[in-house]
């Protein structure tokens, strides 16, 4: 079910920005940890970088679950090279994080 959740550049996500870049960090079998590299149109410092998270471990009060997309802890930037290397910087430290 999280494959459905495209990680193809030029996709836009919930929140209006496109998907220029996605690295998986971690992946579950109900949550796919990720960090992504965006450009918000329209805005001042236009690109971001986000943890994303895709998961279908949520469940209503009634029972049942739901699949959830999410990004948090954003790094604006105004040029491209400073986002990039940001990204990498993250994408990085996120995996020696989840290194077994």
């Known amino acids: 079910m999280l494959g459905t959740f495209s990680r193809n550049p030029g996709t836009s996500l919930p929140n ?9 960090v971690r992946e579950q079998d109900h949550r796919r940890n990720s960090i992504v590299l965006c450009v ?5 410092s236009p690109f971001v ?3 994303r998270c895709v998961a279908n471990d949520f469940r ?3 029972g049942g679950t739901y699949v959830d997309e999410y990004c948090y802890i954003g790094h604006y930037h105004r ?3 400073d986002a990039t290397a940001e990204y990498a910087k993250r994408v990085e430290h996120q995996q020696e994080r989840f290194v077994a």
């Open 16 to 24: 209006g920005a496109i998907l220029l870049a996605e690295t998986v």
């Open 40 to 44: 918000v149109p329209g805005a001042v």
């Open 49 to 51: 970088t986000w943890h």
């Open 60 to 62: 209503y009060a009634t």
């Open 79 to 81: 040029t491209l090279d």
